[in-house]
């Protein structure tokens, strides 16, 4: 009898066991990198919004912080998401344009978010992201809540066909900016943002373009002193999950995934507006001066940005992903 209650313990330990390890493998881990770095106001509003507070949730899918571009350069993070080597990725998808033509697109986009989860655009939006990445889309976030400039060392040179000219200017750049700094005149080289710094200092460029949030605190303002306009664009910043790792889940996590997403995505305009507010304010206060190109300078300064812009993008797009995106995207 003493053997057979030994048994019989030992075997509901050891059921005991396997339901505790059942338990904890319900909650899928997925693991996440950033392109940008930790303390960039994007990257902050992702913790502060959806990151910190699901994983404080407890419920079907905890995230995994594995760091940002001082891991995986921001450039290589696309790939290693496509291939599975990580799961979740955070950040600018101009990155991405190599792997991803149709990332040429989703910054130039005018119709609202909400709109473009609705009229087809997602879908279209979706149908490449998985096809060309390997990826879902979790969340396109950020939507009016600041707008890209060009920043210059020297003041900005008036044309009346293009805004302003860069000719002779080096320019900080990705291949984003790549179309119409160079119909403005300019010569745009690829640098990552850790790099800005010392390219300024050294006289290696003139300028960049970059949105608003997160220019002061990486001391940029020490050597640019004029923001041009008017704002263009709205970010390209999203967060994806590599497909496969998407359909492994159950529905319940996939459920619970996308709803963060879509919870961060409505939530972040406010959030980073704010932030990018008050780094404005820093950046005014360190002596940048705005320069909002008026009249006919600045139609022709947008023209210029949004037509370069589409015109590559078509080029270098197949043109059912072309067509599809630019009816849904563009009020």
Known sequence: VFMSNLKISSLAVGISAIAMLAGAAEAATLSVMTSLNRNHDQVVAYFDLMHTPMNKDKGAVTLNYKGGPEVTPNRKQGAALKRGIIDVKFGPSGYDIGLNTCARLVALSTQPQSVIR??????VMQKCWGEKMNARILAHPFYNSGNFHIYLIDPPVKNKKTGISLKGYKMRSTALYHPFMKAMGGTPINISPGDVYTSLQRGLVKGLAWPEGGIFRYGWTKYIKYRVGPGFWRSSTMGVVNLDAYNKMTKKERDYLDAWGLKFEQES??????????????????????????????????????????????KKMPANYYNELKKYLLK
Do not use: C, H, I
């Open 118 to 123: 609705k009229n087809g655009g997602w879908d």
């Open 269 to 314: 305009t406010p959030y980073m507006r704010a932030l990018a507010d008050k780094d404005n304010a820093k950046v005014f206060a360190a002596g940048v001066k705005v320069v909002d190109l008026q009249g006919e300078y600045g139609k022709a300064f947008t023209k210029t940005v949004m037509d370069s812009t589409w015109a590559s993008a078509k």
